[in-house]
DNA sequence: CCGACGTCCTGCTAGC
DNA sequence: TGCTAGCAGGACGTCG
């Protein structure tokens, strides 16, 4: 669920919240999670404060004076908000980091995709993330992301879902992206241009920064760590808008299943390239 | 090796 | 109006 401009969002929001307090207490609820907490990391964290929370692709990292780090993911529905104690529990509450000072960090995920776990100092956190990652997108190098995008016969949507080749980009953003690039979301890569590479790589970013300028998008479930709603939703131009008319040309959006997700675009501004222009 | 697809989970809603 | 099948922003494992 929440792709780049949500998680930056959330982490920007608990930044002030949370940096410099201790954590006092623990709470995990016996709900299983699909990655178990375990109740051995309450003695590792107790005590220790938050030194910095940051974020690398999807990807959630606070950093504990001790070395420790909590990795979170959110998932689809996950949420990591801070709340006065007093306030009541929402459903599907798995987690509470309390400090101790008249509030708390929550970790909520109704389908559960997600998870927090506590990565020792003595683990190397890079072989836990790093791996599965490619580079930020505003640290794309056009000629090496070309290279690896014309080895690879998929669609162009599915490499941008793939997360190592291009770190945070999810479904919304993969959408909202190509149609700014102007390329159909079908295109193999093995047939895209440098020029396109280019325009793609543009596009993205300018997308993820008009997002984050928004506190992304709320669909559904998405809040940002102080609870507020994101309003980029407003702004998406492909992006559940099937059957209305482009915001650029009037034709009508399509939707389709590609990679296994739906997928939008304008026919008329994202055209398959002619066999002549493919070469 | 690469790419397509199923699966984990709950809640909402489009369509009957 | 009421019900239910299908779908939802992600990541990973398996299969061909």
Redesign the pocket.
Known sequence: ???LP?VETVVRDLRPMICGRRITSVTSSRKRL?LPWRDAWNEAIIGQRVKAIRRR??WIIVDLNSGDRLLA?L??TGQLIVAAPMAPRQ??THLVFGFGSGSELRFRD????GSVRLVPRTQDIDALIEE?LGPEPWDVATEQWHHDIR?????LK?IL?D?RMIAGV???YADESLFVAQLPPNQR?EKTTLEQTERLRIAIVRVLDQAIAAR???????IGGSGLRGRFQMQHQVYRRAGKPCVVCGALIQCT?M????THWCPNCQPIASRRTNK
Do not use: C
């Open positions: 669920m929440p792709e949500e699909r692709g999807k993911h998932g689809m459903a599907h109704v389908r559960r995709f599965k080895r690879s016969r998929r669609s599915a879902l997360q999810g479904n919304i890569g992304g998008s709320t669909i559904r479930d998405y299943r990679a296994g997700r739906s």
